[in-house]
Structures are given as structure tokens and as C-alpha cells.
Nanobody, 127 residues
Framework: QVQLVESGGRLVQARDSLRLSCAHSGRTFSSYNMGWFRQAPGKEREFVASISTSGGRTAYSDSVKGRFTISRDNAKNTVYLQMNRLKPEDTAVYYC????????????????????WGQGTQVTVSS
């Protein structure tokens, strides 16, 4: 069983930077493609960013492209989300998720392919 634990969320000011971390409990982290999703109050969960098993392929939503960077450290079983130039509309609970695929180098934006999810970490951006 895989457990994902997010950390790093907090209250920040607009235009600040923040880095989220997601620790993967299993010994097979490098075989999982990873993603970040978020859900704002009253809104549906949405895709933010994803990264393939080796880190060679990434994907971003249009709303964060150029501001957020996803990365992973397979030696530390951790995936990161570096968020720069934060905006109030980035306020949400951020979730880390993981999936395996037959095609190792994938970075899906579809939540239904993700098998494991973390509990989320709150990011609040004040104006």
C-alpha cells in the first residue's frame, strides 16, 4: 500500500514563492508517475502538474505554466511543486497523486488514472 503525505502549504502573500513536498512511503517510488492537483472552495478538483517516472516528461495546466515547476528526487521518494509568483486564485488544497502505467514515461493530466492520493495541504494566497 502506498501512502502519500504532502507538506509545505501555508498562508503567503501574492507574488510570494512556496515549495510543496510529497513523500511517497513505498520502496517503488521510481516506478510511479506523479501529479499535483488542487481544489478550491466550491470548485472541482483540477490538474496542476505531473511528472513521469524519470522526470523526463512533465505537464502543466495553462493556469500555472511558467510559474510552477514540478520535480522529483527518486533517491528521497519525494516529488516537489515549486510555486512562484503566487496569485490569490492559486488558493486551494493541493493534492499529490501517483499512478503506474505500462508506458513509463507518461505525465497524465487525467485524475482518473491516478491510483493513490494524499490528504492534501492548504495553500492560501492573500492579495
Amino acid at each position: 500500500q502506498v501512502q502519500l503525505v504532502e507538506s509545505g502549504g501555508r498562508l503567503v502573500q501574492a507574488r510570494d514563492s512556496l515549495r510543496l513536498s510529497c513523500a511517497h512511503s513505498g520502496r517503488t517510488f521510481s516506478s510511479y508517475n506523479m501529479g499535483w492537483f488542487r481544489q478550491a472552495p466550491g470548485k472541482e478538483r483540477e490538474f496542476v502538474a505531473s511528472i513521469s517516472t524519470s522526470g523526463g516528461r512533465t505537464a502543466y495546466s495553462d493556469s500555472v505554466k511558467g510559474r510552477f515547476t514540478i520535480s522529483r528526487d527518486n533517491a528521497k521518494n519525494t516529488v516537489y511543486l515549486q510555486m512562484n509568483r503566487l496569485k490569490p486564485e492559486d488558493t486551494a488544497v493541493y493534492y499529490c497523486a501517483a499512478y503506474r502505467s505500462l508506458l513509463t514515461e507518461t505525465a497524465s493530466s487525467y485524475s482518473n488514472v491516478y491510483t493513490y492520493w494524499g490528504q492534501g495541504t492548504q495553500v492560501t494566497v492573500s492579495s
